[in-house]
Nanobody, 119 residues
Framework: VESVDAGGGLVQAGGSLRLSCVASGSIFSIRSMGWYRQAPGKERELVAHMNKDGRRTYGDSAVGRFTISRDNAKNTVYLQMNSLKVGDTAVYLC??????????????WGRGTQVTVSS
C-alpha cells in the first residue's frame, strides 16, 4: 500500500488549505481514514478520522474549523482546513486504519505533508 499526501503549504493565519490522501495498491477495504499531525517537540495528535460508514471523529483543535470527507471508492480522504492558526503548523500525516489487502490487515501511515501557518 502506498499513499500520496498532498495539499500542504504555507498560508497566512486565517487562511485555508485542503489536504488530500490517496491510498493505492491491492486494497480490499479500509475501515477508517484520516489525519494526524505532529509539530516539532510535540506528540502526534489526532486531527480527524472518518470511517467507511461516514462517522467522523475530530480532535479538539479541529472542531468547528476543519472538515473531513472521504471517497470510499477511490480510497481517498480530504481535510478542509479553514481559519488556520499559527498553532496548526505541523506535519500532517495520513492514516488508514485496518487496511485489508491480500497480505492481511494492517494500519498504514502516509509520509506526511507540511502545513505552515504564518502570522
Amino acid at each position: 500500500v502506498e499513499s500520496v499526501d498532498a495539499g500542504g503549504g504555507l498560508v497566512q493565519a486565517g487562511g485555508s488549505l485542503r489536504l488530500s490522501c490517496v491510498a493505492s495498491g491491492s486494497i480490499f477495504s479500509i475501515r477508517s481514514m484520516g489525519w494526524y499531525r505532529q509539530a516539532p517537540g510535540k506528540e502526534r495528535e489526532l486531527v480527524a478520522h472518518m470511517n467507511k460508514d461516514g462517522r467522523r471523529t475530530y480532535g479538539d483543535s479541529a472542531v468547528g474549523r476543519f472538515t473531513i470527507s472521504r471517497d470510499n471508492a477511490k480510497n481517498t480522504v480530504y481535510l478542509q482546513m479553514n481559519s488556520l492558526k499559527v498553532g496548526d503548523t505541523a506535519v500532517y500525516l495520513c492514516h488508514a486504519d485496518r487496511v485489508a489487502t491480500p497480505e492481511g490487515v494492517s494500519d498504514f501511515w502516509g509520509r506526511g505533508t507540511q502545513v505552515t501557518v504564518s502570522s
